[in-house]
């Protein structure tokens, strides 16, 4: 029987897919609640959060963003989807030659984490602008600072079910243990429309967790009143 816990890392052990190298990935593409869901639903992503980065004023939060723009990170499994499959998802997802309307809130940006990354991105640019037939204009700088956004925008579109949260609430006692959980971003895509019931189902029968674990994630996606 399933006793909670208190500590993101508990959480953490318990309950999300673990991975021998995390890569993360940190971009903006408009308003930040859409990409978190869906790259929420993507198997090997680990963990979503939304916030700003990519300016300089400091401690930016939603009602004062300063010079930052909304921004998702993704942490990821390398050995199940690489950079190069979220560039293009990215850029697949996005018109990047809007302009700076709103200022900075809505750039294309990418924050690369590594030479790598860097790498991957001038490659996946150029196919990608064959595509588009324009030179894309994406932001593109090395990482250098991510800002978590205020709790309400975190998982948004799951926050739109109340009822499911309660539900979730034996699993994730407090909120900040939504904002960790793989679980809780394949819900959080769930809602949007991204993702399948049946490889969500196999994806966590992957999960190198404990069995009765898996029975309690299982259990409850199969139970979840929405
Ligand atoms: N102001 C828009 C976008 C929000 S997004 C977090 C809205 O309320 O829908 O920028």
């Known amino acids: ?19 021998s190298v995390v890569e993360t990935a940190t971009f903006g593409m408009g308003c930040f609640w859409g990409p978190e869901a869906m790259f929420g639903s993507m198997a090997g992503v680990l963990r979503t ?19 930052h723009t909304e921004t998702v990170e993704i942490d990821f499994d390398p050995a199940i989807i690489s950079y190069e499959d979220i560039l293009r998802k990215f850029w697949q997802n996005h018109y990047p030659n809007r302009g700076n309307y709103k200022g900075r809130q809505y750039i294309s940006m990418l924050r690369y984490h590594g030479e790598q990354q860097k790498e991957a991105i001038k490659k996946v640019r150029k196919d990608m602008e064959k595509n588009l037939g324009e030179a894309i204009e994406t932001e593109v700088a090395g990482y250098e600072n991510f800002t978590l956004a205020d709790e309400r925008h975190q998982k948004y579109y799951l926050k739109r079910y109340p009822n499911t949260l309660e539900q979730l609430q034996e699993l994730f006692p407090k909120p900040e243990l939504l904002i960790d959980s793989t679980f809780a971003a394949r819900l959080n895509g769930f809602v949007k429309g991204y993702g399948k019931l049946h490889l969500l189902k196999s994806e966590i029968a992957s999960w190198d967790i404990e069995e009765e674990d898996k029975e309690v994630l299982l259990n409850k996606l199969e139970t979840i009143k929405w």
């Open 1 to 19: 029987m399933f006793q909670g816990y208190q500590t993101v890392e508990d959480m953490i052990k318990k309950f999300n897919p673990q991975a």
């Open 49 to 67: 959060r939304v916030g700003f980065a990519g300016g300089t004023s400091p401690k930016p939060t939603y009602r004062h963003m300063g010079d």
